[in-house]
């Protein structure tokens, strides 16, 4: 029995062990997603896209902050109603990721900004910070679109990694007025919880492997030269009271429902949570695209007049 008890003992410890050195060397390549280029069939579908909704991709590079060239399109409406969405894709894709968003909202008068993220597509920067730097870019990119349009209103839609930066990119520009963020981390410190778990349960990434989860933020930290616990839309929402549409689906094992709970929670002004039966992450719209089109819509239209 003895022996059994050292033998488990020796087992976790080398578990704890083993999940902090994965955990170093996990954190630095998550600020280095894989580089998706805007090209190939990609672009052959954003074209046919804009024949269908009769518009025109503009070219639109920014200037962030830091020196870091974006770059993207501005499409404008065919029938412009003076609303212009920023879309935000997720982690390793590109601005083309957001077309099928960009066509309902197209369709319907509203113009829309499709940027790639810094360290994505095409865009400058050599790290993703998941919001950290990133809101800062939007200000600057709300910056270029005011000097080259005439803009109502400005609103944001964004999904995973896209709908993290959305949030908190709103919390630092009263110009973005609502914003619709499907599947958004709460913060980056919650979501390792789930990476660590092995997208199984979070606990496992709270106790067996809480040293993966405390070294990747370590590493992050170090590597990235900011604090990732300051990477949090459920931060965002409760620092600036904007209207917030929040969408997840109950089948995502990579950002669970329980992150848009918790912004939900946070969130100081108007809120809506819809959660979508048996959609995985990032496909809520697959799963329901008539009622995603409208629950957008609806909710767009009540800061657009």
């Not at 962030?64 to 404008?76: C, E, M, N, Q, T």
């Not at 865009?123 to 349009?149: F, I, M, Q």
């Amino acid at each position: 029995m003895r022996k059994l008890g050292i033998a488990v003992l020796g087992a976790v410890l080398l578990c704890l062990v083993g999940s902090a050195l994965a955990g170093r060397f996990i954190g630095p390549g998550v600020l280095h997603p894989l580089k998706v280029p805007v090209s190939g069939s990609r672009l052959v579908r954003i074209d046919e896209m804009l024949q269908r909704v009769h518009a025109v991709r503009v070219d639109f590079p920014v200037t962030a902050p830091d020196g870091a060239v974006l770059h993207g399109w501005r499409i404008r409406a065919a029938t412009p109603n003076g609303s212009w969405l920023l879309l935000f894709h997720g982690v390793g894709d590109n601005r083309t990721g957001t077309g099928v968003f960009a066509e309902f909202l197209l369709s319907t008068g509203y113009s829309v900004v499709m940027m790639d993220s810094r360290a994505h597509g095409e865009s400058g920067g050599d790290l993703a910070t998941y919001g950290w730097k990133e809101r800062y870019d939007t200000a600057s990119v709300v910056n270029a679109l005011e000097s080259s349009e005439n803009v109502r209103h400005v609103f944001a839609l964004g999904v995973s990694m896209g709908a993290a930066i959305a949030l908190q990119s709103a919390a630092v520009d009263s110009r973005i007025e609502a914003v619709v963020a499907e599947d958004p981390l709460a913060n980056l410190r919650e979501i390792s919880y789930d990476y660590a778990g092995l997208h199984r349960s979070p606990l496992l990434g709270k106790t067996l492997f809480r040293p993966a989860t405390i070294e990747a933020l370590h590493a992050m930290a170090n590597a990235g030269r900011f604090d990732p616990n300051q990477v949090s839309p459920e931060g965002a929402v409760a620092l600036r009271a904007f209207p917030v549409l929040l969408i997840c689906g109950t089948a995502d094992r990579t950002i669970p429902c329980r992150h848009a709970r918790m912004i939900f929670n946070a969130a100081g002004g108007p809120k809506e949570l819809w959660i979508v039966q048996g959609a995985q992450h990032a496909s809520a719209y697959g799963q329901s695209p008539a009622e995603y089109q409208s629950r957008v819509l609806n909710f767009l239209s009540k800061y657009a007049s």
